[in-house]
């Protein structure tokens, strides 16, 4: 004979496969991705790229992410639904930058790779130490912030152009003082303006493919920036070299950069 726990847990095992067979009907499913299609911000919004930085959407997202039962969900996508519109409001209102124009610099070691293999490990190490405290002193000075590390050099994104030409020339000349077994490392920079979607903790899009091309066209201590860039630069205080194409894979063809400097 049933006793009344027997018949209590029997309801609620109904209710529950009534709100599972709901929460996965595909016309219901197809209605909230199709909400989240014409909502503001990333409709895919949820994915690793997407949450892969430190704000509060963000992180929110990555723990519903986290809790997404097996199987497709209507409430995981309305619940993915409104974390996306608080991420696109969040930009809009500056706490993100979305579409707005910022500056990226690239830099890059010229010759580390054949040092290294010669040198070792641990000296590799420690050149690598020293240069990333110099970088990341000049980044933070400047009002930039580094997006990553790439092996022996860095990406970083700053909100003015000028600010990323100071903090690139303050590099070069703080890694003057950088010694490593007799061994000085040699920096080139690129700097490129322009308006990158910004992808979790990422920026992504042509304009930093422009700016890693710049930056590899840049020799042995130089500062190459695209015109984007010079065009924003005070001429007081920098000195703009003669401007040239950038010839370069995947580049575009009307791309011209100049070699900046501090002016005497």
Known sequence: MATDTD??????????AVAVRADTQPRLLELARWMR??????????????TAGDAPAQLFARGVTALQPRRESVTHELGLGALQVWQ????????????????????????????ALKAGDEPAVELLRQ?????????DERQGMIVKRLG?????????????????????????????EGHR??????????????????YLGVDVNIAARV????????????????SQLDAERFKVGRSRRLKAPGAPKELRVCRVERAS
């Open 7 to 16: 018949r209590d847990a029997a309801r609620l095992a109904r209710m529950r």
């Open 185 to 202: 490392p040699r920096m080139r920079t690129g700097v490129h303006a322009g308006r990158p979607r910004r992808l979790g903790g990422d």
């Open 215 to 230: 930056g590899a066209a840049a020799k042995a201590r130089e500062l190459l920036a695209s015109e984007a860039v010079t």
């Open 88 to 115: 696109a409001v969040s930009e809009a209102s500056g706490r993100g930058r979305g579409t707005t124009e910022v500056a990226l610099l690239f830099t890059d070691l010229v010759g580390f790779s054949s040092w």
């Open 37 to 50: 299609r014409r909502l503001p911000g990333d409709d895919r919004f949820g994915d690793a790229l997407s």
């Open 152 to 180: 022996d050099g860095l990406m970083a994104a700053f909100p003015r152009a000028e600010d990323a030409v100071e903090a690139a020339l303050d590099g070069h000349e703080a890694l003057e003082d950088v010694e490593v």
């Open 131 to 139: 240069v990333g405290e110099v970088l990341e002193r000049a980044v």
